[in-house]
């Protein structure tokens, strides 16, 4: 059989295995109250995405699950999908990432023909699904600062008119659009299952990784210990927040015309050489079939573009 059927036969297997990975994790996610429940019947302290993955576990991701548990390699990931609001285990992802390295390594070997440039895709497959965490993680934390400080101007309205912690955390995961009403939807159901206040702060300090959060979970846990007046503290808090959030709009918006120079700056060679290699395969075939100095040619171009990506968004990036 030929080396590009059998390149054809892996791609689409592993791109067919990566769809229905996807479509079954999309399924298997249910409400909050529902996983709760479960996690509420099983009796122990465990972790809800945990419990839930025991449902639709298969034997290599138990078998990985069980090699991978305990390990700080495994935490950090778990933490980081947790952060991006992926019901995925460890061992789950890591099998998306390898089907995907192996779909996009024999799709770039097809359209290329090169063994070379089917390992860099493949390489690109591998970091591809870990980008992805590190986009839904920005996404969703930027949604949640910026709903941060409505969300405590209207915990600190309850608080004033009588309502406990609680029932102002419950009143924002009313009120409130996701994520940050799903977050507090969650302190409230751990509370009533019999998790503290402080843990299931802390829980969400561990899927939201905010300094602002911080600084409000420490204002409740010090009013919890030592008392006072929780409504005026958040209030100031509430009024800092805001305003950051307008400020860090405000950068946002002045320095969109650079980082957006650095997206088209970045992609415009990579795109072109795509456009040309689909248009005149054999012009282009050339700077690889050249020998060591078509490839330096390459990685020296491809560092250059890294570096220039890498210096503009250092220099747009500025912290409030």
Known sequence: ?????????????????????????????????????????????????????????????????????????????????????????????????????????????????????????????????????????????????????????????GLRSGYSVLQAMEAVSREMPPPIATEFGRIIQEVQIGISLEQALANMLRRIKSDDLDLVITAINVQREVGGNLAEILDVISFTIRERVRIKGEVRTLTAQGRYSGYVISLLPIGLALVLFCVNKPYVSRLFNSGWCGWAMVVCGLLMIGTGFIAIQKIVAIEV
Do not use: C, H
């Open 1 to 157: 059989m030929p080396l590009q059927t059998i390149g054809v036969i892996i791609g689409v297997a592993a791109v067919l295995i990566l769809l229905v990975g996807i479509a079954s994790a999309v399924r298997s996610r249910g409400s909050v109250e529902q996983r709760l429940q479960t996690f509420a019947s099983a009796g122990e302290m465990q972790d809800v995405d945990k419990l839930e993955s025991k449902k639709r576990s298969t034997p290599i991701a138990d078998s990985l699950n069980r090699a991978l548990e305990g390990r700080q390699v495994s935490e950090n990931l778990s933490t980081q999908l947790a952060r991006a609001d992926l019901k995925l285990t460890v061992a789950e992802f890591l099998i998306l990432q390898v089907i995907a390295a192996l779909g996009i390594g024999a799709l770039g070997y097809l359209l290329s023909g090169t063994i070379v440039l089917g390992i860099l895709a493949a390489v690109l497959g591998w970091f591809a699904p870990r980008w992805f965490v590190s986009f839904r993680q920005g996404a969703r934390l930027r949604a949640f600062s910026d709903q941060l400080g409505d969300s405590l101007n209207l915990m600190v309205n």
